[in-house]
């Protein structure tokens, strides 16, 4: 077995051979021990096929995540009264009212609720989304498992429906903008963008549907390793610096992890 690290954002690299009939019944075999592990969920797999027509060379992927709960929150700044206090500054700005004096105040009420700004606790998991790749040949000879990781943080979706309301879609937007690849406006939003942002929110109140919706978003990030990275960096971006510093230690565990499959998988193949 080699173990190969390269610093982050670098994925890890996993390299073991297994003593198994054939590479199907190693990958096989795999997909099963990985199922049973706690916090792991196979989400893709292409069966062992032959690399091509005159080779008797087979090669099959299974594409896996690990998930644990992050120690430490996402801090994020968000306003409470912003939905009420966008939509007041709206019907006083744009309906005329009979008395003058009326829409100077619901103007006025509306800019002091939305000036108001709090920080927000928003929970994470660690993900790592790991490939597994076997490769040998038909015969019965050792076949070669490699597992790329690569560690990040999602919003912990399971968590998310139980946060307040402007909190919640803050969230929503902020996972749009990562998974779009946006440039980060952490902080530097023009008026206008925010206020439309916080007035829209009343178009989506219900928290099923912005879970749906945050967690359809996250999945299509794992669809491949360049999207991943970039999706983890820009949430990097705004998690706190212990955020990353647990990556490092994550990443470790994981290994480890897999390299206990891949040795109970040879021990059960011999």
Not at 8 to 31: H, K, L, M, N, R
Not at 49 to 67: H, K, T
Not at 159 to 182: G, I
Not at 216 to 223: F, I, N, P, V, Y
Request: glycine share 6%; charged share 30%; aromatic share 8%.
């Amino acid at each position: 077995m080699t173990v190969r690290t390269e610093d982050d954002p670098a994925p890890s690299e996993v390299e073991y051979t297994v003593d198994g009939p054939t590479p199907d019944v190693v990958f096989q075999t795999i997909a099963r021990n990985l199922e049973y592990l706690d916090g792991v969920d196979v989400i893709g797999r292409r069966e062992p096929v032959r690399r091509s027509s005159d080779s008797n060379s087979r090669c099959g992927e299974l594409l896996a995540v690990f998930e644990e709960p992050s120690v430490t929150p996402w801090s994020l700044e968000y306003k409470p009264h912003g939905p009420h206090g966008a939509l007041a500054m709206l019907v006083g700005a744009v309906f005329a009212l009979p008395s003058f004096f009326l829409t100077l105040l619901l103007v006025g009420v509306g800019y002091a609720l939305y000036r108001v700004e709090r920080e927000g606790a928003v929970p994470l998991l660690t993900r790592t989304r790991v490939r597994v790749t076997v490769r040998g040949a038909e015969s019965t000879e050792p076949a070669t498992v490699t597992a790329t990781c690569t560690t990040g943080v999602v919003v912990d979706v399971d968590s998310l429906a139980d946060l307040e309301w402007p909190l919640r879609r803050a969230v929503v937007d902020r996972v749009r903008e990562a998974s779009v690849q946006l440039p980060s406006s952490a902080g530097s939003e023009s008026f206008e963008k925010t206020f439309f942002r916080y007035l829209n929110a009343w178009r989506i109140r219900s928290p099923s549907a912005d879970v749906e919706l945050v967690e359809t978003m996250q999945a299509g990030c794992l669809e491949d390793e360049e999207s991943w990275r970039a999706y983890r960096d820009t949430l990097l971006e705004w998690a706190p610096p212990s955020v990353r510093d647990r990556l490092d230690e994550r990443r470790c565990d994981v290994r480890s992890d897999l390299v206990g499959v891949f040795e109970d998988v040879d021990d059960e193949l011999r």
